[in-house]
């Protein structure tokens, strides 16, 4: 996802460091993982819901 810019010179400086960190190698290397993307099974979504001692977070959906 691109963030909102105000204007051109962010726009530039935000591809500057992109383009940086491509060339250092810094940038993840790792694919997503085979599942993602899977629906949660519904039984497991109904127990993250109905726990409301939690807090449901998009972190606990995905795991």
């Known amino acids: 996802m691109v963030p909102y810019f105000a204007d051109l010179t962010d726009i530039r ?3 500057a460091q992109v383009g940086e960190a491509l060339r250092s190698g810094t940038a993840p290397q790792t694919l997503p993982s085979a599942d993602s993307g ?10 993250l819901l109905t726990d409301a001692s939690r ?8 795991a």
């Open 13 to 15: 400086a935000f591809w």
């Open 38 to 47: 899977v629906p949660l099974p519904a039984a497991r979504l109904r127990t």
């Open 55 to 62: 807090v449901l977070t998009a972190d606990r959906v995905v």
